[in-house]
């Protein structure tokens, strides 16, 4: 199986984050028109774990980040985490396609 999600990030960039379980591991692949994101990574993996380990993926892409700095309201590692998760699955493939779209709504600015 393949998860394919895409996000319009408040910068203006548009990044694409693709995961595909491979044994051990998932692959994740970014396309990105972010020039700052590119320079961060776009193939990795992160590896496959049972629940109770979940914070190991998430720890990995933690250290990523520290590594090489990209914006901190960047939604790139949020979305990578999200589709490990459908593709391992942590979160039901069938509620992601029901939901599909995840909007961030800006209610108001004073």
């Not at 998430?58 to 990209?70: A, D, G, P, T």
């Not at 590692?77 to 779209?101: D, F, Q, R």
Request: overall charge negative; proline content about 5%; glycine content about 4%.
């Amino acid at each position: 199986m393949v998860v394919t999600m895409s996000v319009n990030q408040l910068c203006g960039h548009k990044s694409l984050v693709t995961a595909v379980s491979n044994g051990r591991k998932t692959h994740v692949h970014i396309e990105t028109d972010c020039q700052q994101l590119q320079e961060w990574g776009c193939d990795f993996d992160l590896p496959n774990v049972e629940m109770s380990q979940q914070t190991i993926p998430y720890y990995e892409l933690l250290v990523k980040s520290m590594k090489k700095e990209i914006c901190d309201n960047c939604y790139v590692p949020p979305t990578v985490m999200n589709a490990y998760w459908v593709e391992n699955e942590k979160i039901s493939k069938g509620l992601a396609m029901k939901i599909a779209e995840i909007p961030i709504i800006i209610e108001e600015i004073e």
